[in-house]
């Protein structure tokens, strides 16, 4: 309803000059990565064909947008209705996270154009990269829908909304599914270098710890975005009482620490199952227990610890430590920890920096456009109990 100069001005904000910023520098950036390929912009090699756009954009991306399915199981299936008000929010950032983490795969592929092969020509049935790559595809499409009806809300759509939410809780099973194979799936994939990743991250149990503390990056990515949202989206935030946010929030808080606690036991479990309690003392091992009590178990005590108190402060400072723990985590297996014994090791150019940085920003933007004219944080006046 603004006249378009008032809008362009309004455009004017210090968010949106860096953003604009970034993206100036970003876009030419990719057109030379696609115009000269990977050598032109990227520090990949024979020896570490996979670098930041795998452990960052892909690994670390996937993992924190498990908040979708996470909050979706909660609400949709278990019928945990207090969590209402956080699951669209929950599932916008996994189907933005998702579909960035594809977009990360084509900067890294040689030929990205051949990205729908496994989907169109080659079926690799054994080839964990072909089961990736249908979860990925499949879970996106559930997202979607999962997500359609506040787009159909925004565009007056009741048929199709009333159709999209009959299909929700099928579309929610099936995601499940879905995102129980495929972060697995991501771990299983180092399975398939014994010899390239450190022993200490190299275990059997990977597929199933890639999956568990995808579900801790998930609900700590949920609190760590509900507080955020409550800062800079505070005109869309439905006018709920404070107390039980903080009620929510606890409750997360005290899920993720169940979580992390178990996962903290499946580390442990792997090195005794694989004998490698020596290589503790080396400074790789050092820097596994870096990983694994700074960004596992410290977390997990701050957790339980804010929701004994009430504390919704330590929560969010838990759910701060958990996101960069697990997204040490990807890198370690990765990148830090892969090719660890290799004189020629990988270390990420500038440019290739700038792009993940890049297509953050694009999510960013993209988040909020949505946020600001979709019911996701707001309610609809015309489904009120949607919230």
Same mark, same amino acid.
């Not at 362009?8 to 030379?32: K, R, Y």
């Not at 169940?258 to 020596?278: D, P, T």
């Not at 701060?320 to 890198?331: E, H, P, Q, S």
């Given at each position: 309803?603004?006249?378009?100069?008032?809008?362009?001005?309004?455009?004017?904000?210090?968010?949106?000059?860096?953003?604009?910023?970034?993206?100036?520098?970003?876009?030419?950036?990719?057109?030379?990565?696609?115009?000269?390929?990977?050598?032109?912009v990227t520090n990949l090699s024979d020896t570490s064909p996979w670098g930041l756009w795998i452990g960052f954009d892909v690994l670390v991306g996937v993992a924190l947008a498990a908040g979708g399915y996470t909050l979706a199981s909660a609400v949709y299936i278990f019928?945990?209705?207090?969590?209402?008000?956080?699951?669209?929010?929950?599932?916008?950032?996994?189907?933005?996270?998702?579909?960035?983490?594809?977009?990360?795969?084509?900067?890294?592929?040689?030929?990205?154009?051949?990205?729908?092969?496994?989907?169109?020509?080659?079926?690799?049935?054994?080839? #964990?990269?072909?089961?990736?790559?249908?979860? #990925?595809?499949?879970?996106?499409?559930?997202?979607?829908?999962?997500?359609?009806?506040?787009?159909?809300?925004?565009?007056?759509?009741?048929?199709?909304?009333?159709?999209?939410?009959?299909?929700?809780?099928?579309?929610?099973?099936?995601?499940?599914?879905?995102?129980?194979?495929?972060?697995?799936?991501?771990?299983?994939?180092?399975?398939?270098?014994?010899?390239?990743?450190?022993?200490?991250?190299?275990?059997?149990?990977?597929?199933?710890?890639?999956?568990?503390?995808?579900?801790?990056?998930?609900?700590?990515?949920?609190?760590?975005?509900?507080?955020?949202?409550?800062?800079?989206?505070?005109?869309?935030?439905?006018?709920?009482?404070?107390?039980?946010?903080?009620?929510?929030?606890?409750?997360?808080?005290?899920?993720?620490?169940?979580?992390?606690?178990?996962?903290?036991?499946?580390?442990?479990?792997?090195?005794?199952?694989?004998?490698?309690?020596?290589?503790?003392?080396?400074?790789?091992?050092?820097?596994?227990?870096?990983?694994?009590?700074?960004?596992?178990?410290?977390?997990?005590?701050?957790?339980?610890?804010?929701?004994?108190?009430?504390?919704?402060?330590?929560?969010?400072?838990?759910?701060?430590?958990?996101?960069?723990?697990?997204?040490?985590?990807?890198?370690?297996?990765?990148?830090?920890?892969?090719?660890?014994?290799?004189?020629?090791?990988?270390?990420?150019?500038?440019?290739?920096?700038?792009?993940?940085?890049?297509?953050?920003? #694009?999510?960013?933007?993209?988040?909020?456009?949505?946020?600001?004219?979709?019911?996701?944080?707001?309610?609809?006046?015309?489904?009120?109990?949607?919230?």
């Open positions: 309803g603004q006249p378009l100069s008032q809008y362009l001005t309004s455009l004017i904000t210090p968010f949106n000059i860096v953003a604009a910023a970034i993206i100036a520098v970003g876009v030419p950036i990719a057109f030379l990565r696609y115009w000269q390929g990977l050598g032109a019928r945990l209705d207090e969590y209402r008000p956080l699951v669209r929010a929950a599932i916008l950032t996994g189907l933005l996270g998702y579909f960035f983490a594809v977009i990360g795969i084509l900067f890294d592929l040689g030929k990205p154009w051949r990205l729908p092969y496994p989907i169109l020509f080659y079926f690799g049935v054994t080839s #964990v990269m072909f089961l990736v790559a249908w979860h #990925v595809l499949l879970y996106l499409t559930c997202q979607f829908v999962e997500f359609s009806p506040a787009v159909f809300e925004w565009l007056g759509w009741k048929t199709w909304r009333r159709v999209a939410t009959r299909l929700t809780l099928g579309f929610t099973i099936f995601g499940v599914m879905l995102s129980t194979l495929h972060q697995s799936a991501l771990g299983a994939l180092f399975l398939l270098a014994p010899g390239k990743l450190h022993p200490l991250w190299y275990c059997s149990l990977i597929p199933i710890l890639f999956f568990v503390s995808s579900i801790a990056a998930g609900l700590s990515m949920v609190i760590f975005e509900g507080m955020l949202s409550h800062r800079i989206f505070n005109g869309q935030i439905s006018n709920d009482p404070k107390e039980k946010m903080k009620t929510l929030t606890l409750g997360l808080g005290k899920a993720a620490a169940v979580v992390l606690f178990v996962y903290f036991w499946l580390k442990v479990i792997s090195v005794i199952h694989e004998g490698q309690w020596a290589l503790l003392g080396t400074p790789m091992g050092q820097w596994f227990l870096v990983e694994v009590l700074g960004g596992v178990l410290l977390p997990c005590f701050l957790f339980l610890w804010g929701a004994q108190k009430g504390s919704v402060g330590l929560v969010r400072v838990a759910s701060i430590l958990t996101v960069l723990g697990i997204a040490l985590n990807r890198f370690n297996v990765s990148i830090i920890a892969f090719n660890w014994n290799v004189p020629d090791r990988y270390l990420p150019r500038w440019t290739e920096i700038m792009v993940s940085i890049t297509i953050i920003t #694009v999510f960013l933007l993209s988040f909020r456009w949505i946020v600001n004219r979709m019911p996701v944080l707001r309610k609809h006046p015309d489904y009120p109990d949607e919230h």
